[in-house]
């Protein structure tokens, strides 16, 4: 008898890594998925830093005019967004690193650290918001 | 301790033939990015922002440059690797991921090369 596995690639598509749709939703894959989408919105922020920088390196007026960004209220809005995704991304960071340090791959590990993480990084973002916000109302 | 297979290393490639160099460079820039975001936050909560003396000052002073250089780098490079993942595992039609895998690349390579011009031009500004 000839298995399945013999015969020549029939050229159907087959599932692709992520393969969402197949597993019943457990929290540990919204911290997985997170992880992905804080990055790519840190991203974005790096664009955010970088425009900072050349404006302070291209003079006072420049930096004035740069307000336009950084003074509206809508920056303050994407600031909250980077903040709170710095601080998951970074305690959700310490979580993969532990694993690729061979660390925590029990599932009972991996849930009690997943809750960890959120916890954490709620805690860090409440703290760092009212440290940004809170002295220097005029200053984001 | 490796985390390689021994026919991986033998045949100087992971299960993907490629990949083994890129899952290091995006660990070891993680780990790179604690001190160094921790530090650039702290610094960011104890900085004027809106005094652009204050802000410029802050650049140049002491190691300031060199730790910015060293941030914008990591940044960079964590943030190019990361989003590449991100375009390999969602965009599957091939012109397209290549596009899109070219196009990240760049605009890294030109966030990172802008950061640096900006740290250098702030700091010589300062000794003039």
């Known amino acids: 008898m000839f298995s399945d596995a013999h015969e020549v690639p029939s050229g159907r598509e087959r599932p692709l890594s992520p393969?969402?749709?197949?597993?019943?939703f457990m929290y540990t894959m919204a911290l997985s998925i997170l992880h992905r989408f804080t990055g790519v919105l840190l991203a974005l922020g790096l664009c955010?830093?970088?425009?900072?920088?050349?404006?302070?390196a291209a003079g006072e007026s420049a930096y004035e005019r740069s307000g336009w960004l950084f003074r509206g209220w809508a920056f303050r809005v994407l600031l909250l967004a980077w903040l709170a995704s710095y601080c998951f991304h970074f305690f959700n960071g310490l979580?993969?690193?532990?694993?690729d340090a061979g660390l925590g791959f029990e599932r009972v590990h991996a849930r009690r650290s997943a809750r960890l993480v959120i916890v954490l990084a709620i805690l860090a973002f409440l703290i760092a918001a009212w440290v940004l916000f809170w002295p220097r109302a005029g200053a984001p | 301790m490796s985390l390689r297979s021994p026919l991986?290393?033998?045949?100087?490639?992971?299960?993907?033939?490629?990949?083994?160099?890129?899952?290091?460079?995006?660990?070891?820039s993680a780990v790179a990015l604690v001190p160094l975001t921790l530090?650039?936050?702290l610094s960011l909560t104890r900085l004027p922002l809106d005094d652009f003396a204050a802000v410029?000052?802050?650049?140049?002073?002491?190691?300031?440059?060199?730790?910015l250089a060293l941030l914008l780098v990591a940044l960079c490079f964590h943030s190019r690797l990361g989003v590449q993942v991100v375009i390999e595992d969602y965009v599957h039609s091939g012109a397209l991921k290549f596009a899109a895998l070219l196009l990240n690349s760049a605009a890294h390579l030109?966030?990172?090369?802008?950061?640096?011009?900006?740290?250098?031009?702030?700091?010589?500004?300062g000794l003039a």
Do not use: C, D, K
């Open chain 2, 39 to 41: 530090w650039f936050l």
């Open chain 1, 48 to 56: 955010a830093l970088v425009y900072w920088l050349m404006s302070a």
């Open chain 2, 110 to 125: 030109l966030l990172v090369a802008a950061g640096l011009y900006a740290v250098l031009r702030i700091v010589l500004r």
């Open chain 1, 19 to 24: 393969h969402l749709s197949i597993y019943r």
């Open chain 2, 8 to 28: 991986g290393v033998a045949l100087g490639r992971g299960a993907a033939g490629e990949g083994a160099a890129h899952w290091w460079a995006q660990r070891a």
């Open chain 1, 95 to 99: 979580r993969h690193l532990a694993w």
């Open chain 2, 56 to 67: 410029t000052l802050w650049v140049a002073r002491g190691a300031n440059p060199l730790w």
